[in-house]
């Protein structure tokens, strides 16, 4: 596999299948548990997608791949759901935390109360509700039909829709020789620095106090 011209070189021996792996691992982790909060999804995604541009058979990676992260968001949601509904109606939250906390539990209950299925949809947009809506839609017993067909249709037009804008954006840069290199460069630096202060912001979370969260 080559990439065009402009590319950024430590991308090309990686290869299509590492963009694979890395994203389809991201977003299932995003929509399934605690540490998604702390991981660059939506970041990411636009990078793969500025990857794929650079590679010859990029066209239909990015499609293929579009319709895989849909369904490794389905899936994440699923087993999110799952965590909530198992938990029996309580959530545990951090005292002092940033995230995890019993506020933004409450914020995101309230959210689901009001709205119902439109929430599931914006929710998709929205980072740390992305991850937290799942657990608290199983604990608070949403209709699980409902909840997937929300959860699936946001999931579809979540990934391609920033998939398909960094490939699209990568072929623009492709245009002019030295950009695309060093567009790729600052944002993969980006996407891992700020992978390992998710990790590190993950732990520091987890160790604070845990606090029970009743959902309604």
């Not at 702390?38 to 319709?67: C, E, Q, R």
């Not at 991850?131 to 249709?153: I, K, Q």
């Amino acid at each position: 596999m080559t990439l065009a011209a402009g590319s950024f070189a430590p991308l090309e021996t990686a290869g299509p299948a590492v963009v694979w792996l890395i994203v389809l691992a991201f977003v299932f982790l995003e929509c399934a548990v605690i540490i998604g909060l702390f991981l660059p999804g939506d970041s990411l995604l636009i990078t793969a997608g500025i990857v794929l541009a650079g590679h010859s058979s990029g066209s239909a990676h990015v499609w293929a791949l579009s319709a895989g992260a849909a369904v490794a968001a389905i899936a994440g949601n699923q087993v999110g759901y799952r965590i909530g509904l198992r938990t029996g109606h309580h959530l545990v939250a951090r005292r002092g935390g940033r995230y995890v906390t019993a506020e933004n539990l409450h914020k995101v209950n309230v959210l689901l109360d009001r709205h119902g299925f439109l929430s599931v949809l914006v929710a998709r947009w929205i980072p740390f509700v992305r991850t937290l809506c799942p657990m608290v839609a199983g604990a608070a017993g949403m209709n699980h039909r409902m909840y997937t067909v929300a959860s699936s249709l946001g999931a579809l037009a979540w990934a391609p829709v920033l998939l398909l804008i960094g490939f699209y954006a990568g072929e623009f840069l492709q245009r002019v020789p030295w950009l695309m290199p060093a567009v790729l460069a600052v944002m993969v630096v980006c996407l891992i620095v700020g992978t390992v202060l998710g990790i590190r912001h993950y732990r520091q979370e987890m160790a604070k106090p845990p606090v029970d969260y009743a959902v309604d």
